[in-house]
C-alpha cells in the first residue's frame, strides 16, 4: 500500500487504483465472501454537510464487511471550535480504525491525516470528491468495458467532482473534455498536472467553453449541480453564467449512439439537466449511485483490512 490516506486520486498510482476497481468489482459480484473481512473495525465519519449517498453507503458498506460506523456531524464535534483539529484526529486514533471526513476546506482533511496514525478517507471536500470518481470510472468501466480511450463529456461547474474525474481521467486512461462557463473552470494547477501527466495512460485532457462540442461524439455525458454545497448564496448568479450549459436534447444528440448520461447527484432537474436525459434510457445514474457502496467497500478493504 503506497498510502495511508485516500485524499486524492491523485495520490495514488494507476496500477493501485485500478487493483481498487478489480476489489470493487469482486466485492460486488460476491459481497458474502468479504462479510468478516473488516470484523468488529470502527470507522467515525465527520460530517460538516449534508450528505445521502455517502453517508448511507459507508455506513451500510462497513457493516456488510464486518464493521461498524459513528456519524459524527459538526453538531456533536465542532471541529477546529470545540476541539482543535489534532486532538480530534488523536482522540480518534485511540477508538476506532478509520476516519471519513465530510467538510469545506481540503486542508482540514489534510490536517487530520497528518495527526492521526489511522487511514482517513475523503468524503468529499470543496477541491475534491474521490469516493465519487472511483465509483465514477468503476460504472465506465462496467458499461463500456474499459476506461481507456473512452470519452467522457463533463459540462458544468470545475468543482469538485470535476477534479476527481480529472485525477481519475489520468490515472484510468480516459478522454476528458471539459466545457465550463468562463470563471466557473476547473482549477488551472489540477489541469495543469493533468495536461502534464496525461501521456502516463495516454489519457487526454482538454478545457472548452461550448457544451457542444464537449459532447461530439462522447461515450459519457456527465454534469453536476450548478452550485455545490456551502455556495448557496451564489446560486442566483450562477443559474444565470450556467443557463447555456443545461445537459438536455440537443446537447447530448451530439454524442454517440450509445452514450450513457451520468450525474453524482444530488440532481436539479431543469437545471444542470433535462428531466427528458436524466430519465432516460441513457441514464445510468442509479447504477453509479449504488457502485458508490462497493468502490467504498473497496477503499475501505485496501486502507483499514
Ligand atoms: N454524490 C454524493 O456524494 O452524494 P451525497 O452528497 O448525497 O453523499
Ligand atoms: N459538487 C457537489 C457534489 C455533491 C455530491 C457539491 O459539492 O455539493
Avoid at 30 to 55: C, G, H, V, W
Avoid at 85 to 90: K, L
Avoid at 180 to 186: A, D, H
Wanted: hydrophobic share 40%.
Amino acid at each position: 500500500m503506497e498510502n495511508k490516506n485516500f485524499i486524492t486520486i491523485r495520490d495514488w498510482s494507476s496500477d493501485a487504483l485500478n487493483e481498487m476497481l478489480a476489489l470493487a468489482d469482486a466485492v460486488k459480484d460476491n459481497p458474502s465472501k468479504y462479510a468478516d473481512t473488516l470484523q468488529r473495525k470502527a470507522l467515525a465519519m465527520i460530517f460538516e454537510k449534508p450528505s445521502l449517498r455517502t453517508r448511507v453507503s459507508f455506513d451500510v458498506g462497513i457493516q456488510q464487511l464486518g464493521g461498524f460506523s459513528l456519524y459524527l456531524t459538526q453538531h456533536e464535534i465542532n471541529l477546529g471550535q470545540r476541539e482543535s483539529v489534532s486532538d480530534v484526529a488523536h482522540n480518534l486514533e485511540r477508538m476506532v480504525q478509520g476516519i471519513m471526513v465530510r467538510t469545506f476546506s481540503h486542508s482540514v482533511v489534510e490536517d487530520i491525516a497528518k495527526y492521526a496514525s489511522i487511514p482517513v478517507i475523503n468524503g468529499l471536500t470543496d477541491f475534491c470528491h474521490p469516493c465519487q470518481a472511483m465509483a465514477d470510472y468503476m460504472t465506465i468501466r462496467e458499461v463500456k468495458k474499459t476506461t481507456r480511450g473512452v470519452k467522457i463529456a463533463y459540462i458544468g461547474d470545475g468543482n469538485n467532482v470535476a477534479h476527481s474525474l480529472i485525477y481519475g481521467a489520468v490515472r484510468f486512461g480516459s478522454a476528458l473534455y471539459i466545457a465550463s462557463p468562463s470563471g466557473y473552470e476547473p482549477d488551472p494547477e489540477v489541469v495543469r498536472w493533468a495536461k502534464e501527466n496525461a501521456g502516463e495512460t495516454g489519457s487526454r485532457i482538454e478545457i472548452l467553453q461550448d457544451p457542444f462540442l464537449a459532447a461530439d461524439e462522447a461515450d459519457v455525458i456527465y454534469t453536476d449541480v450548478w452550485t455545490s454545497m456551502g455556495a448557496e448564496s451564489e446560486a442566483a448568479r450562477r443559474r444565470e453564467a450556467f443557463r447555456s450549459f443545461q445537459v438536455n436534447d440537443a446537447v447530448v444528440s451530439r454524442a454517440k449512439s450509445d452514450y450513457v448520461f451520468m450525474h453524482c447527484l444530488p440532481a436539479h432537474r431543469g437545471e444542470e439537466v433535462s428531466g427528458s436525459v436524466i430519465d432516460s434510457e441513457h441514464s445510468i445514474v442509479f447504477q453509479q449511485a449504488e457502485n458508490r457502496l462497493h468502490a467504498q467497500k473497496a477503499v475501505m478493504i485496501t486502507l483499514m483490512g
